[in-house]
């Protein structure tokens, strides 16, 4: 993943603060914290000059498109589909006592968090997340059950 | 709706909760395995093949090469079935029967001594399941389920909920690494992982049941006496505990003594049952169906209706002295496996081999007959590492005969 310095490259770097922010590298910061898109950025967005590196950030951003509420990335190249995260994870836990909850199979995957799909992890139904939502907590279930840190939040 | 679920063979754990989808015999989507099982479940290739010299010939001439071979031959050794199913293994041992062979598995390099010593009731047991259900502090030594057992700690042996473990492993489990090494698993264990120097599993034993005992825990290696008392402290309030025994701790020991003594010392003073981490698929059920057949796990030479043992049966031994001249190797490749010094002379014996997957062994054999995947092509009941049978059926259907289907052909033609 990338870190708001590489962002901060891309941006005009002119601290016009038209995105409301009090320079670019504050910008930065606040689209890794996924609080603002590359769009509200007026001068990346609507300046020709600046095409190619709005093309990218949003590209960037797009890429955990749907993890994007909570920040949650699979690392697949990494996970071997070992399941603790799954077993461990306490909406799955809640949803599937008796299925993924005991270590089995899913009962239902429906209301699952996360599922092994050919041996790879697989994040679904985020609102379901306990990193999400109005009274969401920081959950590291996911993480410090995975032996090779293949989930990660950003 | 119930739901049709497969076996995975791809591991001594034989997960029985695989959901696979699959078209015209092709394996497409498999749900719930591990990458390792989902390697193995879409394996599979299609046509047959049979070669005398690397050269293809017909199903009915390498089955009657191989029939000439293990006919000719004074003292044939049959070895390998680690990976097949019981039916097969029953058959192997008619087969070495009928033809005086020198029989033996993997196991005799590795695990056999444990599960020997298990089915002579040196050890208190039990199955994965009650690990689920129960087991309060499980013990991994020189064990690295995480790599070799992928599923071992999500569906028995740490996090899954069990009849009498219903708040989570957080607050009812406590989960002990001990290697030589900070593994996978030594790293989910984190603070209780004690690593011990190569070779030092025996001093570490001792001085575990020291502090079991009381007494100050010393080694050589001058390990924390502290933090060995605060482990034993762990081990004695355990109400239901587990060791997995892997391949570190039992290459480490010269005699499974020490283990045993450590075992009883635990149930001295608390509930500790053994589990041995078997790789592969039917290890044990090779070892559990020799035992059951002549009362030995492995090494073993049958010959006028009588069955001999002992190490110089076992195929480092038998191959070291030159005792046998021809081989039969099934589901197993000991050209790569093996010490070179070793293998070697298999090259200069005519070698049959049956496997699935072309392997080094299969390149260098005389007579080579590419069969099923046992468990994803081809069905039938196998032994999980806890001694629990578990039977299964193929997954897709294939023209390869399966290696059950080729040891009754060769018997027949014998
Ligand atoms: S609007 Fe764009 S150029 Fe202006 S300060 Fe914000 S990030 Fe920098
Ligand atoms: S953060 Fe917690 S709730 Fe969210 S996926 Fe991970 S374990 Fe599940
Ligand atoms: S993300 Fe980690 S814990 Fe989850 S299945 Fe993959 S390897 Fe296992
Ligand atoms: S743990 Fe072993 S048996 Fe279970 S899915 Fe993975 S390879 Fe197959």
């Not at chain 2, 290697?179 to 790293?187: L, M």
Request: hydrophobic letters at 40%.
């Amino acid at each position: 993943m990338t870190n708001a310095m590489e962002l901060y490259q891309m941006l005009p770097k002119t601290n016009c603060k038209k995105c409301g922010k009090t320079s670019c590298m504050a910008f930065a910061v606040a689209l890794m914290a996924r609080e603002l898109t590359a769009e509200d950025c007026p001068p990346l967005k609507e300046e020709s000059k600046y095409k190619e590196s709005y093309e990218k950030i949003s590209g960037l951003f797009k890429q955990s498109e749907g993890a994007t509420e909570t920040g949650l990335i699979v690392h697949e190249d990494l996970c071997f589909g070992c399941g603790n995260c799954v077993v461990a994870c306490p909406p799955n836990v809640a949803n599937d006592p008796y299925g993924v909850g005991s270590g089995n199979a899913p009962t239902n995957v429906n209301k699952l968090v996360l599922v092994i799909e050919d041996g790879i992890v697989k994040a679904q139904n985020l609102g379901e997340c306990r990193r999400f939502g109005k009274n969401k907590i920081l959950c590291n279930g996911c993480i410090v059950t995975c032996p090779v840190e293949a989930i990660e939040f950003v | 709706m119930e739901k049709n679920y497969y076996v995975c063979t791809g591991c001594g754990m034989l997960c029985d909760d695989i959901e696979v989808e699959s078209e015209k015999n092709i394996v497409n989507k498999v749900y719930t395995a591990c990458r390792v099982g989902v390697a193995h479940m879409k394996e599979g290739k299609e046509s047959a093949a049979f070669r005398i010299d690397n050269k293809p010939v017909d199903e009915a001439t390498a089955i009657s090469e191989a029939a000439a071979i293990l006919k000719n031959a004074k003292n044939p050794l049959i070895f390998g079935l680690g990976t097949s199913t019981n039916e097969t293994q029953k058959l192997a041992i008619e087969l070495a029967k009928k033809a005086s062979a020198t029989l033996d598995d993997t196991s005799s390099f590795c695990l056999g001594r444990v599960v020997e010593a298990l089915l002579h009731n040196r050890f208190k047991v039990c199955t994965l399941d009650d690990v689920r259900n129960k087991a309060d502090v499980t013990i991994f030594w020189g064990a690295d389920p995480s790599d070799s057992h992928p599923r071992h700690l999500s569906k028995h042996s740490y996090f899954p909920r069990g009849t009498e473990k219903q708040r989570g492993w957080e607050e009812e489990r406590t989960a002990i690494a001990i290697d030589v090494r900070k593994s996978h698993t030594a790293k989910i264990c984190g603070n209780h992982f004690f690593q011990i120097p190569p070779g030092g599993d025996a001093e570490f034993i001792d001085a575990l049941i020291a502090a079991l005992a009381g007494k100050l825990p010393k080694t050589s290696y001058n390990f924390p006496p502290k933090r060995i008392l605060e482990l034993a402290n762990i081990l004695k309030g355990a109400k239901f505990g587990v060791v997995f025994v892997g391949l570190g701790l039992i290459y480490s020991l010269e005699n499974i003594e020490p283990l045993v003594r450590l075992m009883d010392a635990l149930n001295g003073k608390a509930n500790f049952h053994l589990i041995p981490m078997v790789g592969h698929y039917n290890m044990r059920g090779f070892n559990e169906t020799l035992f059951e057949e002549t009362g030995y796990v492995n090494s073993v030479k049958f010959e006028d209706g009588t069955v001999k043992h002992g190490p110089e049966y076992s195929i480092v031994e038998s191959l070291k002295a030159k005792t046998v001249d021809a081989a039969l190797i099934i589901g197993s490749d000991p050209l790569s496996s093996l010490p070179r010094s070793v293998s070697k002379n298999l090259l200069e014996i005519p070698v049959i081999s049956m496997d699935p997957c072309e392997t080094l062994t299969s390149r260098n054999a005389k007579v080579y007959i590419n069969t099923a995947i046992s468990g994803v092509e081809s069905g039938g009941s196998a032994t999980r590492m806890d001694g629990v049978k578990v039977n299964f059926k193929p997954v897709v259907e294939t023209t390869r005969l399966s290696d059950e289907a080729v040891l009754k052909k060769i018997m027949e033609a014998l």
